[in-house]
Every structure is written in C-alpha cells, then in structure tokens.
C-alpha cells in the first residue's frame, strides 16, 4: 500500500463526523495523557510509602472493584439526568480523587480514594458511549467509537513516556496533573460539547409519547443483549489475564522486567500505529463476524503465549490479540449502542461496561493463583478455551440480533442533525487536543 493510498485512507476514516464528535475526542486525548494515577499507583505504595506489594495489589484490585457500582449508576444518571451533566460531574471527581492521593498517606484514606476514583472513572464511560451513539449516525457509529479508542491508547502512550519524569518530580506531582488534565477535560465537556440525550418523543397530536421505564433488570431480561454482555465478560477475562500472566510467564523463564517493559509496550504502539489502517479494513463488515474474529485472535494470542520463550515470541504473540482488542473494542460498543433502545442507551452502556470491571477485577486474581498454583501453562491454554467458547458464542447465538444493517439515521437525533459533519480541516483543531476517556489503562478497554 502506498503512502498516497494511507494518506487517503486516514482522511476517509475521521471525515464526516459532527463537529461535537471531535470535542469528544480532544477531552478523551487530554484525559488520558494525564492518566497517571493507575500506571504509578503501585510503584508510590511499594517505592515511595513503603507498603506490601500484597496491599498494592488489593488497592489496584479495589479500583476495579468501584468500577463495577460505577458503571450502573453512571448509566442511570445518563438516562435520568443527562450525558453532558454526568460527564462533568464524574470527571471532577475522578479529578478531586487523584488529588486526594497526593495529599494522604494512611492507608484507609488511599484505599477510599482508589475506590471512589474507580466508580467515578467507570461511571463517566456509558456517559461517552451513549453521547456518540446519539449524535453520530448509525452507519459511522462504530468508525466513531474506533476513533475514540484510538484516542485513549494515544493519549495513554504520551502519559506513559511522559511519567518517566516521576523520577524527578515525584509521584505526587504526577497526581496532581493527573487531577489537572482530569478537570481539563470536564471544562472542554461543558463549555464544547451539547447535551445529546434525545427528547421525549410525542405523538401526532402533539402529546408525549410514554416511553417503557427501563432498569437494570429489564436491561438484563433482554436475551440477546444478555448473551452479548456475557460473551464480553468471556472476551475481556482473556484480554485481561496477560496483563497479571505475561509478566510472571517471563519472568518464570528467567527473562528480566524490562524486556517485559518492551514487550508489553508493543501493546500501545500497535494500536496507536494501526487501529485507523484496522477500522478502514473492518469498515461495514458483519458485527457478528469481527466478535467472532476478535475473540479468536484472543484465543491464538494468548494461548501461542504457552510455546513462547524469547522476547520476540513473546512480542509476537501480543500483536496476535492487539489486533483482536482493536477489531473487538469499538465494534462491542457499536453492537451494545445498536441494541439499546433510545431512551436507555445509558442503561445498556452502563450494564455492558459492568463486564470490563469485573474482568479487571476477577481476572488479575484468578491468573495469579493460577499462575502461583497449576502454573503459566494451564491459564493460557484456559485463555485460549474461553477465545474459542467466546468465538462460538458470537457466531451461533447473536447471528440473528445483528443481521440487519441499521439504518443510517436510527442513531441520528436532533443534535446530529444540528450539527452538521464538519470537514476535516475544521474538526483538525479539536482533534489536537481531545483526550482518551477513563476506559481506562489497556486492562479496562
């Protein structure tokens, strides 16, 4: 492929999206380059406060464990209340939470604070996927989400290059930029970007439609998106367990931890590099065929992981499944917004976002004990079960529910509509500075 043709392909990928898609994207990009908290928590328990590697383990452990209360109640305040007010509220206390830490010291005070900031980084996230769903047409929705997640590992990258100044300016410095790109984010959100959620509907003689009250129990009665967030939960147990495994399956053939440092950053480099050239690939394929795809490049990568013993094998086997988050990620957004009535969006936001935090904090346990008991072996080859069971999932149970092509203005509201595509020359200066949402590190993708 030539440049001219790459060059051609990028533009075709981030043109014709509303203008207010971009503020979104900048507030993703500046979130998370200043996303330090989680990358240097368990270095400033361990290095700087002096606690057990076993109390860093439970406080990370305990941030995935709010994110699970967090994505409910995000979701219900994004149907109730609104997308723009929740976005706002969420980021200023996920904001307050970062600079609680580089205030406290005991060890009760940082373990509330990690919990909170878990709920209120997890509780801003059906805010954004529902945001995008209303305001972006529904043949570029997952373009759109694609672009979103691109943004997020970019803006991750910078904030890792950028927290080797942790050696000079400490940890708490880091903290405090994470609360002040956090609070950053909430400004361009409440003074860029227009509340999204769609009017109550009326009828033809111009009375309010009563919509179907929605909770979280009849989001979980619908049956096919029931299945869906199973088989997410299946596909992101896998996606997690190599951030715990990896580094002890190396580590336990006697490789040292910075060639895990270069193997794991591979990760960052290949989506960052590529997740644009990906979507223009997958751009309009079946949603059934790329889960199912996703999961089984899951399955490959992380159970070629069994047979690899140098650090290029290694490598190798990360770009198998980076390959597949980049296929799986925007498209399981895609799905779950294609799902979701229009009213409920948040609601099924919320519920899908459910699966990530429990992986992230079930599947660093379970590898581990895994890993310290049967051994490196046995969780890859259960990671690369689980692709396949998950494989099969997608391809027989969800055939049905995603066969239809969408209409291309099911997604559309009043919002889409006012706010027309913007060129790209116009949309270039918000995307300069929009930032990747607290979808967290790539363990909460």
């Given at each position: 492929m030539s440049i001219d043709s790459l060059r051609r392909s990028a533009r075709e990928t981030v043109s014709g999206l509303p203008q207010g898609f971009w503020w979104l994207w900048l507030s993703t990009l500046v979130n998370r380059t200043g996303a330090f908290v989680l990358t240097f928590l368990s270095l400033y328990l361990t290095v700087e406060l002096g606690h057990s590697a076993w109390f860093a383990g439970l406080v990370v452990a305990l941030h995935g464990l709010g994110g699970v209360a967090g994505s409910p109640l995000g979701g219900l305040l994004t149907d109730r209340w609104g997308r723009r007010p929740t976005m706002v509220t969420m980021h200023l206390?996920?904001?307050?939470?970062a600079a609680a830490l580089a205030v406290v010291t005991s060890a009760w005070a940082i373990a509330t604070a990690v919990l909170l900031m878990g709920v209120a980084m997890q509780a801003v996230r059906p805010s954004i996927n529902a945001t995008i769903a209303d305001m972006v047409p529904a043949h570029d929705v997952r373009r759109a989400y694609a672009l979103n997640y691109w943004a997020l590992n970019l803006g991750f990258a910078i904030a890792s290059i950028g927290g080797g100044a942790a050696a000079f300016l400490g940890y708490r410095t880091l903290f405090v930029v994470d609360a002040v790109a956090t609070t950053l984010c909430a400004v361009i959100v409440f003074l860029r970007l227009p509340e999204t959620r769609p009017e109550s509907r009326t009828d033809t003689a111009g009375e309010p439609v009563v919509e179907e009250k929605v909770s979280m129990l009849t989001v979980l009665r619908d049956a096919p998106f029931r299945t869906?967030?199973?088989?997410?939960?299946?596909?992101?147990?896998?996606f997690t367990a190599p951030w715990i495994g990896l580094p002890l399956t190396m580590a336990n053939q006697g490789l040292s931890p910075s060639s895990y440092g270069v193997v794991i950053a591979i990760n960052g480099i290949v989506i960052?590099?590529?997740?644009?050239?990906?979507?223009?690939?997958?751009?309009?394929?079946?949603p059934v065929l790329l889960?199912?795809?996703?999961?089984?490049l899951f399955a490959v990568g992380t159970g070629a992981t069994?047979?690899?013993?140098?650090?290029?094998?290694?490598?190798?086997?990360?770009?198998v499944w980076t390959v597949g988050e980049m296929i799986h990620v925007p498209t399981n957004a895609a799905a779950t917004a294609r799902l979701a009535p229009e009213h409920?969006?948040?609601?099924?936001?919320?519920?899908?976002?459910?699966?990530w935090a429990v992986a992230g904090f079930v599947a660093p346990i379970g590898a581990g004990a895994i890993v310290g008991g049967p051994g490196p072996d046995v969780l890859w080859a259960a990671t690369a079960a689980i692709g396949v069971v998950a494989a099969a999932g997608y391809y027989t149970r969800l055939r049905k529910a995603l066969a239809d092509e969408p209409a291309e203005t099911a997604a559309a509201t009043p919002v889409a509509t006012a706010a027309q595509a913007a060129p790209v020359g116009t949309a270039s200066?918000?995307?300069?500075?929009?930032?990747?949402?607290a979808e967290s590190s790539p363990v909460g993708a």
């Amino acid at each position: 492929m030539s440049i001219d043709s790459l060059r051609r392909s990028a533009r075709e990928t981030v043109s014709g999206l509303p203008q207010g898609f971009w503020w979104l994207w900048l507030s993703t990009l500046v979130n998370r380059t200043g996303a330090f908290v989680l990358t240097f928590l368990s270095l400033y328990l361990t290095v700087e406060l002096g606690h057990s590697a076993w109390f860093a383990g439970l406080v990370v452990a305990l941030h995935g464990l709010g994110g699970v209360a967090g994505s409910p109640l995000g979701g219900l305040l994004t149907d109730r209340w609104g997308r723009r007010p929740t976005m706002v509220t969420m980021h200023l206390a996920a904001a307050a939470c970062a600079a609680a830490l580089a205030v406290v010291t005991s060890a009760w005070a940082i373990a509330t604070a990690v919990l909170l900031m878990g709920v209120a980084m997890q509780a801003v996230r059906p805010s954004i996927n529902a945001t995008i769903a209303d305001m972006v047409p529904a043949h570029d929705v997952r373009r759109a989400y694609a672009l979103n997640y691109w943004a997020l590992n970019l803006g991750f990258a910078i904030a890792s290059i950028g927290g080797g100044a942790a050696a000079f300016l400490g940890y708490r410095t880091l903290f405090v930029v994470d609360a002040v790109a956090t609070t950053l984010c909430a400004v361009i959100v409440f003074l860029r970007l227009p509340e999204t959620r769609p009017e109550s509907r009326t009828d033809t003689a111009g009375e309010p439609v009563v919509e179907e009250k929605v909770s979280m129990l009849t989001v979980l009665r619908d049956a096919p998106f029931r299945t869906l967030v199973l088989l997410n939960l299946l596909v992101c147990l896998v996606f997690t367990a190599p951030w715990i495994g990896l580094p002890l399956t190396m580590a336990n053939q006697g490789l040292s931890p910075s060639s895990y440092g270069v193997v794991i950053a591979i990760n960052g480099i290949v989506i960052v590099g590529f997740q644009l050239l990906v979507n223009k690939l997958t751009d309009k394929r079946s949603p059934v065929l790329l889960l199912t795809l996703s999961a089984l490049l899951f399955a490959v990568g992380t159970g070629a992981t069994a047979l690899a013993g140098s650090p290029v094998a290694f490598a190798a086997t990360v770009v198998v499944w980076t390959v597949g988050e980049m296929i799986h990620v925007p498209t399981n957004a895609a799905a779950t917004a294609r799902l979701a009535p229009e009213h409920a969006r948040g609601r099924y936001q919320g519920v899908m976002g459910m699966s990530w935090a429990v992986a992230g904090f079930v599947a660093p346990i379970g590898a581990g004990a895994i890993v310290g008991g049967p051994g490196p072996d046995v969780l890859w080859a259960a990671t690369a079960a689980i692709g396949v069971v998950a494989a099969a999932g997608y391809y027989t149970r969800l055939r049905k529910a995603l066969a239809d092509e969408p209409a291309e203005t099911a997604a559309a509201t009043p919002v889409a509509t006012a706010a027309q595509a913007a060129p790209v020359g116009t949309a270039s200066a918000p995307v300069a500075a929009e930032a990747k949402d607290a979808e967290s590190s790539p363990v909460g993708a």
